[in-house]
């Protein structure tokens, strides 16, 4: 088992940033891959970012690209989530999500453990 705690989220304006932090506890090992996703209102949970496990991998949606940036410290077990030049379109519940695989993935089916998430509300 591991568990996972999101924090970080929280009320920003548009144009601002935040950063995002993943916590994981239990069954703990650096050989996992990690990602975020996020759900909007009414809408399915999508793909944000993901790192594999040794961190020399990344990939991210092409609506965050260039804006956000996944990082890991193996040493914590914590993964980040950093988020700037913020937009109201950003707004949603960020989840993090650890695949015991240890390679990236932008499939949500491919993550074996969830945290239960952070709101991040972006005001225009």
């Known amino acids: 088992q591991v568990q996972l705690v999101e924090s970080g989220g929280g009320l920003v304006q548009a144009g601002g940033s935040l950063r995002l932090s993943c916590a994981a506890s239990g069954r703990t090992a650096s050989t996992y891959a990690m990602g975020w996703f996020r759900q909007a209102p009414g809408k399915e949970r999508e793909f944000v970012a993901t790192?594999?496990?040794?961190?020399?991998?990344?990939y991210y949606a092409d609506s965050v690209k260039g804006r956000f940036a996944i990082s890991r410290d193996s040493g914590k077990n914590t993964a980040y989530l950093q988020m700037n030049s913020l937009r109201p379109e950003d707004t949603a519940v960020y989840y993090c999500?650890?695949?015991?695989?240890?390679?990236?993935?932008?499939?949500?089916?491919?993550?074996?453990?969830w945290g239960q998430g952070t709101q991040v509300t972006v005001s225009s």
């Open positions: 790192i594999n496990w040794s961190g020399s991998s990344t």
């Open positions: 999500a650890v695949n015991l695989g240890g390679y990236w993935s932008t499939d949500l089916r491919e993550y074996d453990y």
